[in-house]
Nanobody, 120 residues
């Protein structure tokens, strides 16, 4: 059974920080690249960040470069997204995915999402 469970969302003021975490079942995690996407109301789900299974390479959307950092702990089967200098436009439901890179269609598994709301 493949499971991804996100946590860490919440309400924060602009300029603040949040750290999201995604816990994956061992079968999902062991050899998979992992990614974070987000979906704002009325918009399509968009790429945020991805990291290789080894953690040696990562990729970010231009809109979050320099503010967000993706990391993983293979011993704990977790992938985190540290979000700093948050902006109201970062408000969205954030999803963790496994098995792909920067495009939605590459992903076979998704978590249920966690809400991030940034107030101005």
């Amino acid at each position: 059974q493949v499971q991804l469970v996100e946590s860490g969302g919440g309400l924060v003021q602009a300029g603040g920080s949040l750290r999201l975490s995604c816990a994956a079942s061992r079968r999902t995690f062991s050899t998979s690249a992992m990614g974070w996407f987000r979906q704002a109301p009325g918009k399509e789900r968009e790429f945020v960040a991805a990291i290789t299974w080894s953690g040696s390479r990562s990729s970010y959307a231009d809109s979050v470069k320099g503010r967000f950092t993706i990391s993983r702990d293979n011993a704990k089967n977790t992938v985190d997204l540290q979000m700093n200098s948050l902006k109201p436009e970062d408000t969205a439901v954030y999803y963790c995915g496994a098995g792909g890179w920067a495009r939605i269609y590459e992903y076979a598994w998704w978590g249920q999402g966690t809400q991030v709301t940034v107030s101005s």
